[in-house]
C-alpha cells in the first residue's frame, strides 16, 4: 500500500493504524484500516490525517515507517513555507 505516495508494507500499514487508534486519531485509524480490508492501493488522506500520522510518529518511529515520516515532514515543512 502507498501512503501519502510511500511504499509501506502491509505489516507496517497495520502498526501505523494501531498507533493511530493508540494515540486517539480514531478516524485516520479507521480510514486505513478500511483502506487495508479493501485492498486499496493508495487511501484517500486529508492534510489533518497527515499531521495525525507524523504525530504518532513522533520521535520513537519504527524503521520501517522511516521513510513515510520523512515524506510527512517534507510535506509539512512545504506546507509552512507556503503558509498553509
Do not use: K, W
Amino acid at each position: 500500500m502507498r501512503i501519502a505516495g510511500v511504499r509501506v508494507s502491509p505489516p507496517f500499514v497495520r502498526l501505523l493504524a494501531q498507533m493511530l487508534e493508540d494515540g486517539g486519531y480514531e478516524a485516520t485509524a479507521t480510514t486505513i484500516t478500511d483502506a487495508i480490508a479493501l485492498q486499496a492501493f493508495e487511501p484517500a488522506l486529508t492534510l489533518e490525517d497527515h499531521d495525525a500520522m507524523l504525530a504518532v510518529l513522533g520521535d520513537n518511529c519504527p524503521t520501517g515507517l522511516g521513510p513515510l515520516r520523512r515524506q510527512l515532514l517534507d510535506e509539512h515543512a512545504l506546507r509552512r513555507r507556503l503558509g498553509r
